[in-house]
Protein backbone atom coordinates (compact mmCIF):
# COMPACT_ATOMS: atom_id res chain seq x y z
CA UNK A 1 0.00 0.00 0.00
CA UNK A 2 1.51 3.54 -0.79
CA UNK A 3 0.67 6.88 0.27
CA UNK A 4 0.50 10.35 -2.05
CA UNK A 5 1.57 13.60 -0.88
CA UNK A 6 1.25 16.70 -3.15
CA UNK A 7 3.61 18.97 -1.38
CA UNK A 8 3.49 21.46 -3.98
CA UNK A 9 1.52 21.96 -7.03
CA UNK A 10 3.54 20.13 -9.28
CA UNK A 11 6.77 20.40 -7.74
CA UNK A 12 7.35 17.15 -6.04
CA UNK A 13 5.42 13.86 -5.41
CA UNK A 14 6.28 11.43 -3.03
CA UNK A 15 5.45 8.17 -2.72
CA UNK A 16 5.59 6.01 0.52
CA UNK A 17 6.65 2.81 0.47
CA UNK A 18 4.38 0.01 2.48
CA UNK A 19 7.42 0.01 4.95
CA UNK A 20 6.20 3.46 6.33
CA UNK A 21 2.26 3.47 5.24
CA UNK A 22 0.16 3.16 8.58
CA UNK A 23 -2.08 0.11 8.96
CA UNK A 24 -5.49 0.58 6.76
CA UNK A 25 -4.49 3.59 5.44
CA UNK A 26 -5.68 3.65 1.42
CA UNK A 27 -3.65 4.70 -1.68
CA UNK A 28 -6.78 7.40 -2.15
CA UNK A 29 -10.21 8.03 -1.84
CA UNK A 30 -10.45 6.55 -4.91
CA UNK A 31 -9.43 3.38 -3.74
CA UNK A 32 -11.66 3.39 -1.02
CA UNK A 33 -14.63 3.99 -3.23
CA UNK A 34 -12.93 0.22 -5.10
CA UNK A 35 -12.93 -1.26 -2.21
CA UNK A 36 -17.06 -1.09 -2.04
CA UNK A 37 -16.77 -3.14 -4.93
CA UNK A 38 -18.16 -1.01 -7.64
CA UNK A 39 -19.44 -3.68 -10.07
CA UNK A 40 -17.48 -3.72 -13.63
CA UNK A 41 -19.86 -3.61 -16.61
CA UNK A 42 -17.84 -5.94 -19.26
CA UNK A 43 -17.45 -9.56 -18.65
CA UNK A 44 -13.70 -10.85 -19.64
CA UNK A 45 -13.14 -12.70 -22.56
CA UNK A 46 -10.90 -15.28 -22.78
CA UNK A 47 -8.22 -15.28 -25.62
CA UNK A 48 -5.84 -17.63 -27.81
CA UNK A 49 -5.80 -21.44 -26.75
CA UNK A 50 -6.85 -20.74 -23.22
CA UNK A 51 -10.81 -20.22 -25.01
CA UNK A 52 -10.58 -24.34 -25.97
CA UNK A 53 -8.58 -25.40 -23.18
CA UNK A 54 -10.17 -27.11 -20.14
CA UNK A 55 -9.11 -26.52 -16.85
CA UNK A 56 -7.90 -29.99 -16.59
CA UNK A 57 -5.62 -29.21 -19.47
CA UNK A 58 -4.32 -26.18 -17.98
CA UNK A 59 -0.28 -25.76 -16.80
CA UNK A 60 -0.06 -23.94 -13.76
CA UNK A 61 0.96 -21.14 -16.07
CA UNK A 62 -1.77 -21.13 -18.06
CA UNK A 63 -3.93 -21.56 -15.04
CA UNK A 64 -2.23 -18.45 -14.31
CA UNK A 65 -2.24 -16.26 -17.13
CA UNK A 66 -6.41 -17.53 -17.44
CA UNK A 67 -6.74 -16.17 -14.02
CA UNK A 68 -5.00 -12.93 -14.52
CA UNK A 69 -7.13 -11.97 -18.00
CA UNK A 70 -10.15 -13.09 -16.03
CA UNK A 71 -9.65 -10.45 -13.12
CA UNK A 72 -8.85 -12.68 -10.44
CA UNK A 73 -5.38 -12.68 -10.20
CA UNK A 74 -2.66 -10.26 -9.45
CA UNK A 75 -0.83 -9.86 -12.40
CA UNK A 76 2.25 -8.08 -10.64
CA UNK A 77 4.78 -9.97 -8.68
CA UNK A 78 7.91 -9.56 -6.70
CA UNK A 79 10.15 -12.54 -7.78
CA UNK A 80 13.31 -11.09 -8.06
CA UNK A 81 16.26 -13.32 -8.36
CA UNK A 82 19.28 -10.63 -7.54
CA UNK A 83 21.80 -13.24 -8.45
CA UNK A 84 24.15 -12.72 -11.47
CA UNK A 85 23.64 -15.20 -14.38
CA UNK A 86 25.02 -18.81 -13.89
CA UNK A 87 27.56 -17.81 -16.74
CA UNK A 88 27.61 -15.92 -20.00
CA UNK A 89 25.13 -15.80 -22.49
CA UNK A 90 27.57 -18.43 -24.13
CA UNK A 91 28.07 -21.02 -21.35
CA UNK A 92 26.45 -24.48 -20.77
CA UNK A 93 25.53 -23.43 -17.39
CA UNK A 94 23.50 -20.04 -19.20
CA UNK A 95 22.05 -22.33 -22.08
CA UNK A 96 20.65 -25.18 -19.33
CA UNK A 97 18.28 -21.74 -17.61
CA UNK A 98 15.36 -20.65 -20.30
CA UNK A 99 15.89 -17.46 -18.10
CA UNK A 100 19.51 -16.55 -18.14
CA UNK A 101 19.29 -15.01 -21.71
CA UNK A 102 16.69 -12.87 -20.24
CA UNK A 103 18.53 -12.12 -17.50
CA UNK A 104 21.29 -10.69 -19.53
CA UNK A 105 18.64 -8.97 -21.77
CA UNK A 106 17.33 -7.15 -19.07
CA UNK A 107 20.53 -6.07 -17.79
CA UNK A 108 20.86 -4.53 -21.16
CA UNK A 109 17.47 -2.85 -21.22
CA UNK A 110 17.97 -1.56 -17.76
CA UNK A 111 20.49 0.16 -18.57
CA UNK A 112 19.44 2.11 -21.54
CA UNK A 113 15.91 3.00 -20.30
CA UNK A 114 16.66 4.25 -17.21
CA UNK A 115 18.03 8.24 -17.27
CA UNK A 116 20.30 10.06 -14.96
CA UNK A 117 17.74 11.64 -13.90
CA UNK A 118 15.78 8.27 -12.72
CA UNK A 119 13.20 9.23 -15.14
CA UNK A 120 12.62 6.42 -17.76
CA UNK A 121 14.16 7.52 -21.09
CA UNK A 122 12.43 7.90 -24.63
CA UNK A 123 13.76 4.54 -25.30
CA UNK A 124 11.53 3.50 -22.24
CA UNK A 125 8.49 4.74 -23.56
CA UNK A 126 8.95 4.21 -27.40
CA UNK A 127 9.51 0.43 -25.84
CA UNK A 128 6.09 0.52 -24.11
CA UNK A 129 4.23 1.52 -27.14
CA UNK A 130 6.26 -0.70 -29.48
CA UNK A 131 4.72 -3.33 -27.21
CA UNK A 132 1.15 -2.14 -28.27
CA UNK A 133 1.32 -1.61 -31.76
CA UNK A 134 3.01 -5.39 -32.39
CA UNK A 135 0.81 -6.53 -30.18
CA UNK A 136 -2.44 -4.25 -31.19
CA UNK A 137 -2.51 -5.64 -35.19
CA UNK A 138 -4.98 -8.42 -34.21
CA UNK A 139 -8.99 -8.22 -33.62
CA UNK A 140 -11.30 -10.77 -33.10
CA UNK A 141 -12.39 -11.33 -37.08
CA UNK A 142 -8.31 -11.66 -37.88
CA UNK A 143 -6.82 -14.97 -38.33
CA UNK A 144 -3.27 -13.55 -37.76
CA UNK A 145 -1.18 -10.57 -36.67
CA UNK A 146 -1.00 -9.81 -32.61
CA UNK A 147 2.22 -10.51 -30.36
CA UNK A 148 3.97 -12.13 -33.26
CA UNK A 149 7.09 -9.99 -34.11
CA UNK A 150 5.97 -9.00 -37.35
CA UNK A 151 6.29 -4.95 -36.53
CA UNK A 152 10.03 -5.54 -36.84
CA UNK A 153 9.78 -8.41 -39.05
CA UNK A 154 8.35 -6.87 -41.86
CA UNK A 155 7.79 -3.77 -42.96
CA UNK A 156 5.28 -2.76 -40.49
CA UNK A 157 7.38 -0.46 -38.69
CA UNK A 158 7.08 2.08 -41.61
CA UNK A 159 3.05 2.59 -41.81
CA UNK A 160 2.30 5.97 -40.57
CA UNK A 161 0.67 4.30 -37.23
CA UNK A 162 4.41 3.62 -36.23
CA UNK A 163 5.48 7.10 -36.74
CA UNK A 164 8.32 7.64 -33.77
CA UNK A 165 8.72 4.20 -33.10
CA UNK A 166 12.26 3.88 -35.55
CA UNK A 167 14.92 4.11 -32.98
CA UNK A 168 13.20 1.75 -30.51
CA UNK A 169 12.94 -0.52 -33.29
CA UNK A 170 16.39 0.42 -34.43
CA UNK A 171 17.37 -0.77 -31.27
CA UNK A 172 15.23 -3.83 -30.68
CA UNK A 173 16.32 -5.10 -34.15
CA UNK A 174 20.13 -4.80 -32.37
CA UNK A 175 18.98 -7.30 -29.59
CA UNK A 176 17.54 -9.49 -31.55
CA UNK A 177 20.21 -10.58 -34.23
CA UNK A 178 22.46 -10.69 -30.53
CA UNK A 179 20.24 -12.63 -28.78
CA UNK A 180 18.12 -15.10 -31.42
CA UNK A 181 20.96 -17.05 -31.43
CA UNK A 182 19.85 -18.31 -28.15
CA UNK A 183 16.55 -18.94 -28.98
CA UNK A 184 14.75 -15.71 -28.34
CA UNK A 185 11.92 -14.45 -30.60
CA UNK A 186 11.46 -10.95 -31.62
CA UNK A 187 8.36 -11.24 -30.18
CA UNK A 188 9.30 -12.07 -27.01
CA UNK A 189 11.99 -9.40 -26.97
CA UNK A 190 9.39 -7.02 -27.92
CA UNK A 191 7.03 -7.77 -24.48
CA UNK A 192 9.63 -8.30 -22.48
CA UNK A 193 11.15 -4.96 -23.71
CA UNK A 194 7.73 -3.64 -22.65
CA UNK A 195 7.41 -4.82 -19.21
CA UNK A 196 10.95 -4.08 -18.43
CA UNK A 197 10.49 -0.40 -19.60
CA UNK A 198 7.44 -0.17 -17.72
CA UNK A 199 8.86 -0.97 -14.08
CA UNK A 200 12.35 0.93 -15.21
CA UNK A 201 9.65 3.80 -15.29
CA UNK A 202 9.74 5.09 -11.61
CA UNK A 203 6.53 3.71 -10.10
CA UNK A 204 5.54 1.07 -12.70
CA UNK A 205 4.20 -1.89 -11.95
CA UNK A 206 6.55 -5.19 -12.00
CA UNK A 207 4.24 -7.19 -14.49
CA UNK A 208 4.82 -10.88 -14.66
CA UNK A 209 6.66 -11.72 -17.58
CA UNK A 210 5.85 -14.92 -20.21
CA UNK A 211 7.88 -16.27 -22.59
CA UNK A 212 7.22 -18.27 -25.52
CA UNK A 213 5.73 -16.59 -28.14
CA UNK A 214 5.71 -17.37 -31.90
CA UNK A 215 6.74 -15.39 -34.77
CA UNK A 216 5.55 -14.29 -37.78
CA UNK A 217 7.23 -12.36 -40.68
CA UNK A 218 3.55 -11.66 -42.26
CA UNK A 219 2.51 -8.08 -41.89
CA UNK A 220 0.05 -7.80 -40.13
CA UNK A 221 -3.60 -6.52 -41.18
CA UNK A 222 -3.61 -2.43 -41.09
CA UNK A 223 -6.28 -0.41 -39.70
CA UNK A 224 -5.83 -1.67 -36.08
CA UNK A 225 -3.88 0.61 -34.32
CA UNK A 226 -5.87 3.72 -33.15
CA UNK A 227 -5.12 7.40 -34.11
CA UNK A 228 -5.53 10.15 -31.99
CA UNK A 229 -7.85 12.09 -34.25
CA UNK A 230 -10.71 9.31 -34.10
CA UNK A 231 -13.74 9.75 -31.96
CA UNK A 232 -13.92 8.04 -28.41
CA UNK A 233 -17.18 5.53 -29.69
CA UNK A 234 -14.24 4.19 -32.47
CA UNK A 235 -11.48 3.63 -30.36
CA UNK A 236 -13.87 1.68 -28.07
CA UNK A 237 -15.07 -0.38 -30.39
CA UNK A 238 -11.56 -0.83 -32.14
CA UNK A 239 -10.11 -2.45 -28.27
CA UNK A 240 -13.57 -4.02 -28.10
CA UNK A 241 -13.11 -6.56 -31.13
CA UNK A 242 -9.10 -6.72 -29.50
CA UNK A 243 -11.44 -8.32 -26.21
CA UNK A 244 -9.78 -5.50 -24.44
CA UNK A 245 -12.95 -3.48 -22.54
CA UNK A 246 -13.39 0.23 -21.73
CA UNK A 247 -12.32 -0.91 -17.96
CA UNK A 248 -9.05 -2.22 -19.95
CA UNK A 249 -8.73 0.15 -21.91
CA UNK A 250 -8.69 3.05 -19.76
CA UNK A 251 -6.15 1.62 -17.77
CA UNK A 252 -3.71 1.00 -20.89
CA UNK A 253 -3.78 4.37 -22.42
CA UNK A 254 -2.47 5.42 -18.97
CA UNK A 255 0.85 4.93 -20.60
CA UNK A 256 0.62 8.18 -22.29
CA UNK A 257 1.86 9.55 -18.30
CA UNK A 258 5.36 8.76 -19.09
CA UNK A 259 4.58 10.52 -22.98
CA UNK A 260 6.42 12.82 -25.21
CA UNK A 261 4.82 13.43 -28.56
CA UNK A 262 6.61 14.45 -31.74
CA UNK A 263 4.24 13.91 -34.33
CA UNK A 264 1.26 14.97 -33.44
CA UNK A 265 2.15 18.40 -33.32
CA UNK A 266 5.26 18.81 -34.87
CA UNK A 267 5.76 22.46 -33.70
CA UNK A 268 5.72 21.15 -30.36
CA UNK A 269 8.13 18.54 -30.62
CA UNK A 270 8.86 16.54 -27.40
CA UNK A 271 5.49 17.97 -25.66
CA UNK A 272 4.82 15.63 -22.65
CA UNK A 273 1.17 14.34 -22.33
CA UNK A 274 1.32 15.26 -18.12
CA UNK A 275 3.67 17.14 -16.32
CA UNK A 276 5.97 14.79 -15.12
CA UNK A 277 6.99 12.56 -18.30
CA UNK A 278 9.27 9.94 -18.23
CA UNK A 279 7.48 9.18 -14.14
CA UNK A 280 4.46 6.14 -14.39
CA UNK A 281 2.52 8.37 -12.15
CA UNK A 282 -1.12 9.24 -12.50
CA UNK A 283 -0.87 12.60 -13.07
CA UNK A 284 -1.85 12.36 -16.69
CA UNK A 285 -5.42 11.17 -15.50
CA UNK A 286 -6.47 14.11 -13.36
CA UNK A 287 -4.29 16.39 -15.95
CA UNK A 288 -6.33 15.58 -19.03
CA UNK A 289 -9.50 16.24 -17.20
CA UNK A 290 -7.53 19.57 -15.73
CA UNK A 291 -5.40 22.34 -16.23
CA UNK A 292 -1.71 20.89 -16.54
CA UNK A 293 1.16 23.74 -17.57
CA UNK A 294 1.65 24.81 -20.98
CA UNK A 295 3.76 22.67 -22.05
CA UNK A 296 1.52 19.90 -21.64
CA UNK A 297 0.00 18.68 -24.88
CA UNK A 298 -3.61 16.36 -24.32
CA UNK A 299 -3.96 13.92 -27.13
CA UNK A 300 -7.33 14.69 -28.54
CA UNK A 301 -8.22 10.80 -27.98
CA UNK A 302 -7.32 10.82 -24.63
CA UNK A 303 -9.80 14.16 -23.65
CA UNK A 304 -12.64 12.46 -25.92
CA UNK A 305 -12.19 9.11 -24.12
CA UNK A 306 -11.97 10.93 -20.23
CA UNK A 307 -15.52 12.19 -21.31
CA UNK A 308 -17.25 9.40 -22.76
CA UNK A 309 -19.84 7.47 -20.70
CA UNK A 310 -18.69 4.38 -20.96
CA UNK A 311 -15.35 5.37 -19.74
CA UNK A 312 -15.72 8.57 -17.40
CA UNK A 313 -16.34 7.11 -14.11
CA UNK A 314 -12.88 4.80 -14.79
CA UNK A 315 -11.13 7.37 -15.32
CA UNK A 316 -11.91 9.72 -12.14
CA UNK A 317 -11.14 6.24 -10.44
CA UNK A 318 -7.57 6.41 -11.13
CA UNK A 319 -7.11 10.44 -10.13
CA UNK A 320 -4.93 9.96 -7.56
CA UNK A 321 -5.02 6.11 -7.21
CA UNK A 322 -1.72 4.82 -7.98
CA UNK A 323 -1.76 1.41 -6.63
CA UNK A 324 -5.60 1.13 -8.27
CA UNK A 325 -4.43 1.84 -11.65
CA UNK A 326 -0.85 -0.12 -11.70
CA UNK A 327 -2.86 -2.96 -10.92
CA UNK A 328 -5.12 -2.54 -13.40
CA UNK A 329 -2.76 -1.82 -15.85
CA UNK A 330 -1.09 -4.84 -15.53
CA UNK A 331 -3.84 -6.65 -16.00
CA UNK A 332 -4.96 -5.28 -18.87
CA UNK A 333 -1.25 -5.11 -20.49
CA UNK A 334 -1.02 -8.87 -19.85
CA UNK A 335 -4.04 -9.42 -21.97
CA UNK A 336 -2.64 -7.10 -24.51
CA UNK A 337 0.66 -9.02 -24.86
CA UNK A 338 -0.81 -12.16 -25.44
CA UNK A 339 -3.42 -10.90 -28.33
CA UNK A 340 -3.03 -13.83 -31.36
CA UNK A 341 -0.63 -16.15 -29.25
CA UNK A 342 -2.34 -19.99 -29.76
CA UNK A 343 -0.28 -21.51 -27.44
CA UNK A 344 -0.44 -19.19 -23.95
CA UNK A 345 -0.78 -23.07 -22.15
CA UNK A 346 2.58 -23.81 -23.37
CA UNK A 347 4.42 -20.34 -22.07
CA UNK A 348 7.51 -20.24 -19.05
CA UNK A 349 7.82 -17.33 -16.99
CA UNK A 350 10.74 -15.30 -16.43
CA UNK A 351 9.26 -12.55 -14.86
CA UNK A 352 12.60 -12.75 -12.26
CA UNK A 353 14.42 -11.59 -14.45
CA UNK A 354 13.09 -7.95 -14.12
CA UNK A 355 14.29 -5.11 -12.20
CA UNK A 356 12.62 -3.77 -8.80
CA UNK A 357 9.91 -1.84 -8.97
CA UNK A 358 10.10 1.76 -7.38
CA UNK A 359 7.74 2.58 -5.25
CA UNK A 360 9.09 5.59 -3.98
CA UNK A 361 10.28 8.94 -6.51
CA UNK A 362 11.24 12.08 -6.38
CA UNK A 363 11.58 14.16 -9.29
CA UNK A 364 14.84 15.97 -7.69
CA UNK A 365 15.03 18.67 -11.01
CA UNK A 366 11.41 19.25 -10.67
CA UNK A 367 12.39 22.78 -10.30
CA UNK A 368 14.07 22.58 -13.63
CA UNK A 369 11.46 21.09 -15.43
CA UNK A 370 8.38 22.90 -13.92
CA UNK A 371 10.29 25.86 -15.54
CA UNK A 372 10.68 24.02 -19.08
CA UNK A 373 6.81 22.97 -18.68
CA UNK A 374 6.13 26.44 -18.27
CA UNK A 375 7.61 27.33 -21.73
CA UNK A 376 11.06 28.19 -20.82
CA UNK A 377 14.40 26.34 -21.10
CA UNK A 378 13.46 25.15 -24.49
CA UNK A 379 17.27 24.33 -24.51
CA UNK A 380 16.93 21.84 -22.95
CA UNK A 381 14.23 19.51 -25.12
CA UNK A 382 16.34 16.56 -25.65
CA UNK A 383 17.96 16.08 -22.34
CA UNK A 384 14.32 16.12 -21.33
CA UNK A 385 13.22 13.42 -24.06
CA UNK A 386 16.30 11.31 -22.18
CA UNK A 387 15.52 11.50 -18.82
CA UNK A 388 18.74 13.44 -18.13
CA UNK A 389 18.75 14.98 -14.90
CA UNK A 390 18.21 18.63 -15.43
CA UNK A 391 20.04 20.58 -12.39
CA UNK A 392 23.11 18.28 -13.75
CA UNK A 393 23.49 17.13 -9.83
CA UNK A 394 23.13 13.18 -9.02
CA UNK A 395 21.85 12.46 -5.96
CA UNK A 396 20.15 9.27 -4.10
CA UNK A 397 16.35 8.99 -4.15
CA UNK A 398 14.66 7.93 -0.83
C1 LIG B 1 -6.47 5.21 -27.41
C2 LIG B 1 -5.60 4.83 -28.18
C3 LIG B 1 -4.24 5.45 -28.37
C4 LIG B 1 -3.90 6.45 -29.24
C5 LIG B 1 -4.79 7.19 -30.19
C6 LIG B 1 -2.48 6.68 -29.05
C7 LIG B 1 -1.73 7.59 -29.74
C8 LIG B 1 -0.43 7.95 -29.44
C9 LIG B 1 0.30 8.99 -30.09
C10 LIG B 1 -0.22 9.81 -31.25
C11 LIG B 1 1.50 9.09 -29.48
C12 LIG B 1 2.62 10.10 -29.79
C13 LIG B 1 3.56 9.61 -30.84
C14 LIG B 1 4.52 10.72 -31.19
O1 LIG B 1 4.09 11.76 -31.67
O2 LIG B 1 5.75 10.56 -30.95
C15 LIG B 1 1.54 8.11 -28.44
C16 LIG B 1 2.58 7.93 -27.58
C17 LIG B 1 2.67 6.89 -26.69
N1 LIG B 1 1.73 5.89 -26.52
FE1 LIG B 1 -0.14 5.88 -27.26
N2 LIG B 1 -2.02 5.83 -28.10
C18 LIG B 1 -3.05 5.05 -27.66
C19 LIG B 1 -2.98 4.04 -26.74
C20 LIG B 1 -1.81 3.61 -26.13
C21 LIG B 1 -1.67 2.43 -25.35
C22 LIG B 1 -2.78 1.41 -25.15
C23 LIG B 1 -0.37 2.38 -24.92
C24 LIG B 1 0.34 1.33 -24.08
C25 LIG B 1 -0.18 0.30 -23.54
C26 LIG B 1 0.29 3.55 -25.41
C27 LIG B 1 1.59 3.88 -25.16
C28 LIG B 1 2.21 5.03 -25.57
C29 LIG B 1 3.48 5.51 -25.08
C30 LIG B 1 4.34 4.86 -23.99
C31 LIG B 1 3.78 6.67 -25.79
C32 LIG B 1 4.99 7.57 -25.61
C33 LIG B 1 6.08 7.34 -26.61
C34 LIG B 1 7.23 8.29 -26.42
O3 LIG B 1 7.27 9.08 -25.46
O4 LIG B 1 8.14 8.24 -27.28
N3 LIG B 1 -0.60 4.26 -26.17
N4 LIG B 1 0.35 7.41 -28.44
Redesign the pocket.
Known sequence: MKSLLFLSGYALITYLPSSIAYPGMKDSLSDLHRAANVPRADAKQLIGDLKTLKDTQLTTIGKDIKAIILGTKDARSNTIDTSVPPGTVDSAACKADLCCVWKWISYEMTARFNGTSGRCT?LA??A??L??HDAAVWSNTTTYGGADGSILLTDEISRSDN??LSAIGDQMKTWYNKYHQYGVSMADLIQMGANIATVVCPLGPRIRSFVGRKDNAKAGPTALI???A?SADK?IKLFAAKTIDVHD?VA??G??T???????DTSRDGDPQDSTPGVWDVAFYGQTTGSPPPRVLK?A?DVK?SQDTRAKTEWQQFIGAQSHWNEDYAKA?TR?SLLGVNNINDLKECTQVLPPERTAFVNEDQVVLDMWLQGQFNQLNNMVDDAIMLTGIITTNP
Not at 258 to 264: C, E, G, I, K, M
Request: a positive charge; proline letters at 3%.
Open positions: KRGVRGFNGPDVDILLVAHTSQQHFVFSLYL
